[in-house]
């Protein structure tokens, strides 16, 4: 019932902000109990954790991502955004939304998330 669809530029220069959309459809992003995070994943690399917002829109991020990472959100659109800036090619990788399970506490693990979007690829490169 729940899906998530990512989208925005698969391209993104050096040093320019990387921004995604997460599109939610079958529930509502102000549902109570259930937080909305942005993964990635880089070539050859582990799924990490970059941040999540929760029902009444508080953010948490990764200490990692703590100082250029921004999740925010449009609840007009049932959506939800990721904003990374000053990119360089380490920040290549598949990125990825994903929704918690109810009552969710321990937002960095991977299995906290219940549903996931198909994940799209960003490329930092001139």
């Known amino acids: 019932q729940v899906q998530l669809q990512e989208s925005g530029p698969g391209l993104v220069k050096p040093s320019q902000t990387l921004s995604l959309t997460c599109t939610v459809s079958g529930a509502s992003i102000t549902t109570r109990n259930y937080g909305w995070g942005w993964f990635r994943q880089p070539p050859g690399k582990r799924l990490e954790w970059m941040g999540v917002?929760?029902?009444?829109?508080?953010?948490y991020y990764s200490p990692s991502f703590n100082s250029r990472a921004s999740v925010s959100r449009d609840t007009s659109k049932n959506q939800f955004s990721l904003q990374l800036s000053s990119v360089s090619p380490e920040d290549t990788a598949v990125y990825y939304c994903?929704?918690?399970?109810?009552?969710?506490?321990?937002?960095?693990?991977?299995?906290?998330?219940?549903?996931w979007g198909q994940g799209t690829q960003v490329t930092v490169s001139s």
């Open positions: 994903a929704r918690t399970r109810r009552d969710y506490s321990a937002y960095e693990f991977v299995d906290e998330y219940e549903y």
């Open positions: 917002m929760n029902y009444d829109g508080r953010t």
